[in-house]
Nanobody
Framework: QVQLVESGGGLVQAGGSLRLSCAASGLTFGLSTMGWYRQAPGKERELVATLSSGGSTYYVDSVKARFTVSRDDAKNTVYLQMNNLKPEDTAVYYC????????????WGQGTQVTVSS
């Protein structure tokens, strides 16, 4: 059974930083692409960043140069370092994973709230 457990969310002032973590179990972590999504109230879920097993990354334009996704395959954990946070980054952040070599995000965490105050 695959489980993804996010942590690290919280309340921060604009310009501050947070690091989200997502611990995976029951998954061949090193072969999966990991992703971070977010959903703000009243908005659709948005893909924020991805990191493939080979190290390729993707970032949505609004977070480029501010957010960094990384992974520690030894710990089965993916991270999202968020710097220079803005109020518009306020959302529930979800970790997601593909099956080994998969293209679709089949597994999801429960989400962690990030709130950025102005």
């Amino acid at each position: 059974q695959v489980q993804l457990v996010e942590s690290g969310g919280g309340l921060v002032q604009a310009g501050g930083s947070l690091r989200l973590s997502c611990a995976a179990s029951g998954l061949t972590f090193g072969l999966s692409t990991m992703g971070w999504y977010r959903q703000a109230p009243g908005k659709e879920r948005e893909l924020v960043a991805t990191l493939s097993s080979g190290g390729s990354t993707y970032y949505v334009d609004s977070v480029k140069a501010r957010f960094t996704v990384s992974r520690d395959d030894a710990k089965n954990t993916v991270y999202l370092q968020m710097n220079n946070l803005k109020p518009e980054d306020t959302a529930v952040y979800y970790c997601a994973a593909t099956k080994p070599w998969g293209l679709n995000f089949d597994y999801w965490g429960q989400g962690t709230q990030v709130t950025v105050s102005s």
